[in-house]
C-alpha cells in the first residue's frame, strides 16, 4: 500500500476522528473524496489534505455565526 492512500480505519486515525464521524460526513456530502479498489476504500493524501482545508472554513464560519 503507498503512504500516500489511506484506509477508512488509518484514515480516522491520522485525522483523530472516528469512523461513525467520517461516514455521517459522507452521508451529508462533506467527506474526503475517495475510491474503492476491490470492496475496500481509499483515501489519497490530497483529497485528505482537501477534506482538512474544508473543515477549517467551516469551523471558521461556525465561529462567526456564533459570536455575531
Known sequence: ????LFSVSQFCVRELMSRGFLYSEWAKGQGPAFFYRGNRRYITDDAR????EKLKERTAEREVHAAA
Do not use: G, K, L, T
Not at 500500500?1 to 500516500?4: A, E, F, K, N, V
Not at 489534505?49 to 482538512?52: A, G, K, L, M, S
Open 1 to 4: 500500500m503507498s503512504s500516500d
Open 49 to 52: 489534505r482537501e477534506y482538512r
